[in-house]
């Protein structure tokens, strides 16, 4: 079955830097796009940004510009989330997702996030 | 950023009972908005995608409905393993934005 699993959970200090990790697995890695997400404790979900396993083309979520980095590796099916000059604000729940997506007709494309990987718990505390 | 606000919050409810979450959007997203379910320590789920399409696997007892600005989800005879938080998402334009999450506990 279509799987992502992420990287265990992650104390950092400020200023530090934090890689999480989501492989993946059940289905032709190239095909589809892989999100990440965060939640942080009493916060709604937050997209941070988008990767391209075709090309490694990532986008970022203006919030996070110059601070995230999203690669992959294929020959591992693997994506990656880095980031960086973390602050308290930062601690969270980070979730990589798929990009599900479905051609309803007329030229509509509808797209939602599934399956999730299990979330890594990120606190950053000095 | 569309900003997506839902309501209520949190709301009380029994084993049976029908319930109804809204969603607004800050500007018209047309039929893109998603719901999800989302319970402790697991990752969310998608229920339906396209404002009133069931992902498959799902239980018919959730449907939604809506366009434009405004978006409902209904689950009809709630069951046990339906408490949980629930958050719809806009798949219109990037980036992609949720509610703040309505909670549904037990009654």
């Known amino acids: 079955q279509v799987q992502l699993v992420q990287s265990g959970a992650e104390v950092k200090k400020p200023g530090a830097s934090v890689k999480v990790s989501c492989k993946a697995s059940g289905y032709t890695f190239t095909s589809t796009w892989i999100h990440w997400l965060r939640q942080a404790p009493g916060q709604r979900l937050e997209w941070m940004g988008i990767?391209?396993?075709?090309?490694?083309?990532?986008t970022y979520a203006q919030r996070f510009q110059g601070r995230l980095t999203v690669t992959m590796d294929t020959s591992t099916t693997t994506v990656y989330m880095e980031l960086s000059r973390l602050r308290s604000e930062d601690t969270a729940v980070y979730y990589c997702?798929?990009?599900?997506?479905?051609?309803?007709?007329?030229?509509?494309?509808?797209?939602?996030?599934?399956?999730w990987g299990q979330g890594t718990l990120v606190t950053v505390s000095s | 950023d569309i900003q997506m606000t839902q309501s209520p919050s949190s709301l009380s409810a029994s084993v049976g009972d029908r319930v109804t979450i809204t969603c607004r959007a800050s500007?018209?997203?047309?039929?893109?908005l998603n719901w999800y379910q989302h319970k402790p320590g697991k990752a969310p789920q998608i229920l339906i995608y396209g404002a009133s399409y069931l992902q498959s696997g799902v239980p018919s007892r959730f449907s939604g409905s809506g366009s434009g600005t405004d978006f409902t989800l209904t689950i009809n005879s709630l069951q046990p393993e339906d408490f949980a938080t629930y958050y719809c998402q806009q798949s219109y334009n990037t980036p992609r934005t949720f509610g703040q999450g309505t909670k549904v506990e037990i009654k």
């Open positions: 990767i391209n396993p075709n090309d490694g083309r990532p």
């Open positions: 997702a798929r990009d599900q997506s479905h051609y309803q007709g007329s030229g509509t494309y509808y797209d939602w996030f599934d399956p």
């Open positions: 500007q018209s997203i047309s039929s893109y």
